[in-house]
């Protein structure tokens, strides 16, 4: 059985909920980008002083960071890990960058530097010329001198900086299958609404999933939709009275009535209120925009949400179909991943382990699909919940670089 859950707010818009969790998500995709494996040996400020060596055991070499010291301190490179203490001496914040400047390859980043501060960034240097890229608030970039650090050690992962140009195609092109989508969308409620208006409940049972799971496809466009999410797939908290609130709306109201016995009139209201939203939707959408710079976070986000509301039967309002809510979910990471792939295929080194992730983690839950039926998440073995749990967890962190990778950086 599902655990009980603590009363819980009424979810109006997913991604708000997202966004909190997702937070969390760039600050540690963030730290594993910061210590991208890259390289560089110690110095210190002043040629009579020493690198030390604290109690980590690493090399530590203390780099000034200013518009007029951009990476002053570094006088005797060398390969292997350890530790640049980078101390910003100007009055604005900063963000400071190791890369190559040849190419543009970013080897390690600190973002929000404030004056007088002191922070670590750890990096694993191989072979090769490197540069600290010095970004202060309302200046222009200035680049330090270049370091090379001799020998033949092979350099470590490096990220290609991403801007906004480099993701509007990809964005209208999801754009344009999330317009597909809204089509497909009006259909099935369309189709919803007139079992429901014919008082065909069990017809309406037959088509709710399907024409919900187009929607769950989405995920990546919720925060375009704006309040449009509410009224189609809006939630209310897991407590007794919580699904009479008049203002709980769309494909889980409907859910609602119609595996707890409620009458057909009683449905004709929220189902012409659904198909409503989604004709209004279908209307406004070709004039929508989605915001490049945050589609590299919405993958995760999409897994996150099913994770904290799928995996745990939250938003099961009677089908028992959270596990095909999930599997849909999935196809919409694939979908928004699948738009990304030009760009992240050079960028991201465990893109085969992702795409590896991707597939058990689909396997698991299709392996719960039984014709038109899928388990649900209180039929399923110990075994079977923890296999899905473990295969959820573990593509969640496959994903979270790919955050990381389209955080859209400065460059100038």
């Known amino acids: 059985m599902v ?14 909920r997202w966004q909190a969790a997702a937070a969390v998500v760039v600050v540690a995709a963030a730290v594993t980008a910061t210590v991208l494996a890259a390289g560089a040996g110690g110095g210190s400020s002043s040629p009579d002083a020493k690198a030390t060596a604290p109690a980590d055991g690493l090399r530590h070499t ?6 007029g010291t951009c990476g002053r301190g570094w006088i005797r490179p060398q390969a292997g890990t350890q530790v640049f203490d980078l101390h910003n001496t100007s009055s604005t914040a900063s963000e400071v960058d190791l890369t190559d400047p040849r190419t543009g390859l970013i080897y390690g980043e600190v973002e929000g530097l404030a004056p007088g501060t002191t922070r670590a960034m750890t990096v694993d240097l191989g072979s090769g010329s490197y540069a600290f890229k010095c970004l202060e608030n309302d200046a222009d970039a200035v680049t330090g001198p270049t370091v090379v650090v001799a020998g033949k050690q092979p350099q470590g992962p490096a990220a290609a900086p991403v801007n906004q140009h480099d993701l509007i195609p990809p964005t209208l092109a999801y754009q344009k299958w999330v317009g597909q989508r809204i089509d ?8 919803l609404k007139a079992d429901i208006d014919g008082g065909d409940l069990a017809a309406a049972r037959r088509d709710w999933l399907p024409a919900h799971l187009v929607y ?31 203002d709980f709306a769309g494909f889980h109201r409907i859910e609602y009535g119609l595996w707890h016995g409620e009458s057909a009139a009683s449905l ?40 904290q509301f799928e995996l745990t039967a939250r938003t099961d309002y009677g089908s028992g ?17 699948g738009r990304l792939r030009g760009l992240l295929e050079p960028r991201d080194t465990g893109l085969a382990k992702l795409d590896a992730a991707l597939d058990r983690t689909q396997a698991a839950l299709d392996a719960q699909h ?26 969640l962190e496959q994903l979270a670089p790919v955050a990381a990778i389209f955080e859209v950086r400065r460059t100038a």
């Open 3 to 16: 655990p009980p859950h603590p009363p819980e707010p009424a979810r109006p818009n997913r991604f708000r």
């Open 62 to 67: 203390v780099i000034e960071v200013s518009t």
């Open 184 to 191: 497909e969308l009006a259909a099935g409620t369309g189709k």
């Open 216 to 246: 769950e496809r989405m995920g990546a466009a919720y925060d375009t939709f704006g309040d449009a999410d509410a009224a189609i797939n809006g939630t209310v908290a897991r407590t007794p009275g919580a699904t009479a609130d008049k």
């Open 268 to 307: 004709r209201a929220p189902a012409a209120a659904l198909d409503g939203a989604v004709r209004t939707l279908q209307k406004e959408w070709p004039q929508a925009r989605m915001d490049p710079a945050a589609m590299g976070l919405r993958a995760h986000e999409i897994v996150e949400n099913a994770e």
């Open 321 to 337: 179909t959270n596990l095909a809510t999930a599997r849909a979910n999935l196809d919409g990471t694939r979908a928004i991943l």
């Open 370 to 395: 039984h014709g038109a039926a899928w388990t649900p998440v209180d039929k399923l073995t110990h075994a079977q919940r923890q296999q899905i749990n473990a295969d959820f967890g573990d593509l």
